[in-house]
């Protein structure tokens, strides 16, 4: 009897830009397993995929909050592997009629695209749970979309403080059943990294790959 051969790991320094869209109807085929990241203008969401790639170019930065405002898809060494890097949210000087055109390819992509599998949000510690996060925690509790946070910019913090934002989030969304984790982050230091790549393991699919003690089952296709 044949062996059944392993998967092969994700790599996440493999990373490579695929296309970016606009729209749904303009993403990469909607196979395999991806794993997107949302976050506020200035959250430091593309210094946080960078630091989890490893590459210091790949999701561009700027001090112009909402410049990128198209969906990025960057493609890993394992086949139907991706990650997504999702529009900043709050374009100070963007019409209105752009920021609701955003919000709706936004929510198309999040409730009809199949082959997500989970959703990275990232607050600033320093300012957590603003408007923006607030919406994007409640949709995905009431989609069932698996959501793991990330509090950024921790080393602006002491520990203390840290970890006092940390509880105060946690209290805050308890009853929130589609979240799997809270963790400190820092793309300077780095804080969190190898916390954040046993999510990502477990939602693109890797295997022998052991989740955090305190993370309840993920159901990968409950959305």
């Not at 989030?169 to 969190?192: A, N, R």
């Not at 190898?194 to 052991?210: K, Q």
Request: with cysteine; net charge positive.
């Amino acid at each position: 009897m044949s062996e059944t051969p392993s998967r092969k790991r994700v790599a996440y320094d493999s990373a490579q830009f695929i296309k970016s869209a606009a729209k749904l109807s303009q993403c990469p085929v909607d196979s395999g397993a991806e794993v997107a990241f949302a976050g506020r203008s200035n959250a430091g969401k593309s210094s946080a995929i960078n630091a989890l790639t490893r590459q210091k170019k790949l999701a561009r930065t700027s001090k112009t909050p909402g410049r990128t405002q198209l969906i990025n898809f960057f493609g890993l060494n394992v086949e139907g592997r991706k990650l997504v890097d999702l529009p900043g949210y709050g374009f100070a000087k963007v019409p209105l009629a752009v920021k609701l055109d955003w919000q709706k390819h936004l929510d198309d992509y999040l409730r009809n695209r199949k082959c997500l599998k989970g959703l990275v949000l990232l607050m600033d510690i320093r300012h957590p749970m603003t408007e923006f996060d607030q919406m994007m925690t409640d949709w995905c509790d009431k989609t069932g979309l698996p959501l793991l946070i990330l509090l950024t910019k921790a080393d602006k913090l002491k520990l203390g403080p840290a970890k006092n934002t940390l509880l105060s989030i946690k209290k805050t969304l308890s009853k929130h059943q589609s979240l799997v984790g809270i963790e400190l982050f820092s793309s300077m230091k780095p804080t969190g990294v190898e916390a954040v790549y046993r999510y990502l393991d477990l939602w693109l699919g890797a295997e022998d790959i052991d989740a955090p003690e305190d993370m309840p089952d993920i159901a990968p296709d409950n959305h």
